[in-house]
């Protein structure tokens, strides 16, 4: 476990700024974040949904995803600023839906 902490912490991935959602869809980034990524955002969400708060340290049971605000399918790209933390029953609740700002 020490050896994926550091691991994880050994290299600082800073958040670009999503804030030009037009034009066409070109992908920079995979689909799926990595394992670095994936607990960075964790750790960023405090292990905590976004959405109802829920915590696996609180009620055990409790699943966390690492999910797309913008969806990778309509042309969200898989970077720190675009991926929240949800819990299982948000993740599942939400849509493929997303207006532009």
């Known amino acids: ?3 994926f902490v ?3 912490n050994s290299e600082d991935i800073a958040a ?10 070109s992908r920079q980034t995979s689909r799926s974040p990595g394992l ?6 964790l750790q960023r969400d405090n292990f905590r949904c976004c959405a109802c708060g829920a915590s ?6 409790i699943v966390l ?10 042309g969200g ?4 600023g675009n991926l ?11 849509t493929n839906h997303y207006e532009m700002p």
């Open 16 to 25: 670009p700024a999503i804030s030009d959602f037009s034009g066409a869809v």
């Open 36 to 41: 670095r990524m994936r607990f960075k955002v």
């Open 56 to 61: 696996p340290s609180v009620t055990p049971g």
């Open 65 to 74: 995803e690492v999910d797309h605000i913008k969806p990778w399918s309509k």
């Open 77 to 80: 790209e898989t970077v720190i």
């Open 84 to 94: 929240p933390t949800l819990c299982f029953a948000c993740n599942q609740g939400k």
């Open 6 to 8: 550091s691991y994880a």
């Open 1 to 3: 476990m020490e050896t």
